[in-house]
């Protein structure tokens, strides 16, 4: 069904949206669209941070003649 909307479609859906909620309340829906979009990558990269800051400090606790048999 909705491989068939095209571009007419497409620029109806979007008159309907302008003409329902106004210039203003999309121009500010999309502003806080952007700031969530922002701070997630944020925290996806803060996430990274922590965990190759983890893996740095970790040491290797394997006996000694366990190193040998890999």
């Known amino acids: 069904m909705l491989n068939n909307i ?3 479609g ?3 859906i979007a008159v309907v949206v ?3 909620f106004g ?3 999309i121009s500010g829906l999309m502003g806080e669209v952007g ?3 922002t701070a997630f990558k944020k925290g996806v990269d803060d996430g990274k941070q922590e965990i190759e800051d983890s893996l740095a400090d ?3 606790v394997t006996p000694e003649d366990e190193k040998d048999k890999v």
């Open 6 to 8: 095209g571009l007419p």
């Open 10 to 12: 497409l620029l109806l």
């Open 18 to 20: 302008l003409v329902l």
């Open 23 to 25: 210039r203003g309340k």
């Open 35 to 37: 700031k969530g979009i």
């Open 58 to 60: 970790a040491k290797d």
